[in-house]
């Protein structure tokens, strides 16, 4: 039983970040309830601000964590 799931964005634009979060939300197993997405944050703000305002039904609420180039997803089973 995978609990959390983790991808990382570095690198991709804001674009191609968003849908891979679709393909991976979409394809999340069931038994997943955290998704930590690694976006960085030296390189400027568009991945950062992408993920913290990205929608999905399976996000709960978002988490910000002490290390500011990452966000978790709390997942709705």
């Not at 960085?40 to 290390?67: F, I, Q, W």
Request: glycine content about 10%; aromatic content about 6%.
């Amino acid at each position: 039983m995978a609990y959390f799931e983790e991808t990382d964005l570095h690198g991709l634009s804001a674009k191609d970040a968003k849908k891979k979060l679709d393909e991976i939300m979409k394809s999340l197993p069931g038994d997943v309830r955290e998704l930590t997405v690694i976006h960085g944050y030296h390189g400027g703000t568009a991945l950062r601000d992408m993920v913290r305002r990205y929608k999905h039904p399976r996000v709960e609420k978002k988490l910000l964590g002490l290390n500011q180039g990452s966000t978790v997803f709390i997942i709705i089973p």
